[in-house]
């Protein structure tokens, strides 16, 4: 079962147990987004589904995002305006994004020491943390060239 499906089947799961619907546009996003790897735009979002449903328009893929994001099935990338099938969608804290700046390719981390500490930080600073996004930029070590010392 390839990864894209296991994410699929967690995601009804997740929803049937939150008493969600899992729409066939929610879930043709999500395996979209899942099965494209690395960040995927809205607009590639919505070029794609319009191909399958003709009357997908704009706020269809921004409505199914929307929730996707809100179930934690999928994260935003800021610093690129695109969107990644949340690798770990049972799992409740924050996250970390490594994005190679070549190839495209996001990997999940969830050090929740880290997320943990920055909102214990803020909270001294009297400042109410509503979200925390910490995406790493570089080049994954496929892209790496070697060291040729």
Known sequence: MTHANVLLQQAE???????????PIRRRVLEL????????????????????HAAARPPTVYRALE??????????????????????PEHA????LLICRQ????EELHLDEI???????A???GFNVERQTIEL?????????????
């Open 67 to 88: 929730f996707l994001i809100e179930q934690g099935l999928v994260h935003r990338i800021e610093s690129q305006n695109a969107y990644v099938a949340c690798a770990c």
């Open 137 to 149: 930029q570089g080049l994954c070590q496929h892209c790496q060239t070697p060291d040729e010392s």
């Open 33 to 52: 987004i899942a099965r494209h790897g690395g960040g995927l735009k809205a607009y590639d979002l919505l070029d794609k589904l319009s191909t399958e």
């Open 13 to 23: 799961s997740q929803c049937h147990t939150r008493g969600v619907r899992f729409t």
């Open 93 to 96: 804290h924050g996250f970390q």
């Open 115 to 121: 997320s943990d500490q920055l909102a214990a930080l």
């Open 123 to 125: 909270q001294r600073q």
């Open 103 to 106: 190839c495209g390719y996001v």
